[in-house]
Structure formats: C-alpha cells, structure tokens
C-alpha cells in the first residue's frame, strides 16, 4: 500500500481544542494555517503574542487535562470559533474580542491548583507551536497501532494533537525521517526533529480523565517521542488522500 495523507487536524487555541480538515494550502516557513493561532496565557505570563514563547506560558492539556476533551470549530470570514466540551455547554464567540467570555467559559475545566487563564493571545508572527521554529507535526497511523497495541487497548489519535496523519507506512518509520524531504500534494517538507511527549497525551480526548499511561508504553521503545516535526520548505494545498513522496 502507498503511503498517504489519513486526515488533516488544526487546534486554533493551543491546548483548547481540535478541527479536521478536507484540505488546506501550506505556505514555506508557516505553520499549517490557523494552527495554534491563539493561546491562553495564564496570569504567571508574560507571553503577548508579539513572539514565539514556550509552552510553559500558556494553559495547556499536559497540566489542565480536562482541556484535551474540547473541540473547536473555526469560522474565520466571521473571526468566531466554536468550541465544544462533553461538559460544558457550547460557546461561539471572537477570540480577538470576547475573552472574558471564553474565560468564564474555561474556567471550570481549569484545575484549581494550577496558575488560572487570565488571557487570549493572538500570535503575530506564527502559530504557537511547542517548537522553536514554525512546524506541521507529521504523524504515523502505524506508530499509533503500535502503542495501542502494546497497551492492549484502543486509544484516539486526538491524544497526540498532530497535524497531519499518515497511513501506509512502518511502525516508528517517520523517525528515520530526520533531515529529509517529502513531498504531499502540492507541498514539501523537510522533517527537523522528533517530537517529544508529555503527560497531556494520557488525557481521554472525550472524557479529559487522565486514563492512560502512553509515557510508560512509548519508554517500552526507549524513549518518550512520538510523531517528527516538518518546516514546510515549498508551499501548496494539500488532501486528504494525497499520496507521500521522499525525496
């Protein structure tokens, strides 16, 4: 079987929720457009949005577990997303212009042992990635069923937050990656580095309870990575169904 591209995911609001996607065009040098736009900086921050900053800035799934239960639905000809909780009702509002909103909205999700949200940030120059560099995470469907099979139990993909899904290929395959190029539709990227996981991804996507130890399964292998970052180095829409070229 061919390797191709399985589904196209986006997270407009760092750690606050996730979108799938048809199709989407990449720019060089971009982030994949409209991903991690926003976050929320808690009331330790400093972050304003007029640079990359850290992930320890912001709230996020890997210290607010709850929040990897939201899903997000982003209308950017109005500037209004939708997000959505199993339980919390749903909310519609401007992240540019109604934080408060949000704020109120979120806060029951927040645990009360952790700095509180106390603003949206809008990122100025790029998305706010983990990374130090603007990066589409690439994930490997076949790495997922390893570890599902290792934990003897099905786990949601959304534990990951990726960008990109991949089918076809060998297990941990990606991870040999590293300094290459790969070309999907129109675009091509080069893998920069593994992407090393945190305590966010043992947080149920539907439930936001921490259930799963995929730290301890993925330190079976020797590590704790899972999925490669890309800068995307020549821009163009990618689909869903698209075929994965190496160069």
């Known amino acids: 079987m061919s390797a191709g591209l399985a589904s196209i995911w986006r997270h407009p609001i760092k750690s606050h929720g996730r979108e799938p996607l048809d199709h989407v065009t990449l720019e060089a040098g971009q982030c994949l457009p409209w991903d991690r736009t926003w976050a929320v900086a808690h009331e330790r921050s400093g972050a304003d949005g007029s640079e990359w900053a850290p992930c320890a800035n912001f709230s996020r799934c890997a210290k607010a577990p709850q929040l990897q239960a939201i899903t997000a639905r982003l209308d950017p000809a109005a500037g209004q997303i939708t997000l959505s909780h199993p339980d919390r009702p749903g909310l519609t509002f401007d992240p540019d212009g109604d934080a408060g909103t949000f704020?109120?909205?979120v806060r029951p999700l927040m645990p009360e042992d952790r700095a509180p949200s106390a603003r949206i940030v809008r990122a100025r120059s790029r998305g706010m990635t983990d990374?130090?560099?603007?990066?589409?995470?690439?994930?490997?469907?076949?790495?997922h069923r390893a570890v599902e099979q290792r934990m003897g139990r099905?786990?949601?993909?959304?534990?990951?937050?990726?960008?990109?899904?991949?089918?076809?290929?060998?297990?941990?395959?990606?991870?040999?990656?590293?300094?290459?190029?790969?070309?999907?539709?129109?675009?091509?990227?080069?893998?920069?580095?593994?992407?090393?996981?945190?305590?966010?991804?043992?947080?149920?996507?539907?439930?936001?309870?921490?259930?799963?130890?995929t730290l301890g399964a993925l330190k079976t292998w020797g590590h704790a990575?899972?999925?490669?970052?890309?800068?995307?180095?020549?821009?163009?829409e990618i689909a869903r169904g698209d075929l994965l070229e190496m160069s």
């Open 225 to 236: 990575d899972f999925s490669v970052r890309a800068e995307v180095v020549a821009g163009g």
């Open 103 to 105: 704020l109120d909205w």
């Open 131 to 143: 990374s130090d560099f603007p990066s589409v995470t690439l994930c490997n469907l076949a790495s």
């Open 154 to 213: 099905e786990l949601s993909i959304h534990r990951w937050r990726g960008n990109l899904w991949l089918d076809g290929l060998a297990p941990w395959e990606e991870f040999d990656w590293i300094g290459r190029e790969l070309r999907i539709g129109g675009a091509t990227l080069r893998v920069r580095e593994r992407t090393g996981r945190c305590a966010a991804t043992m947080a149920n996507p539907e439930t936001g309870a921490r259930d799963a130890d």
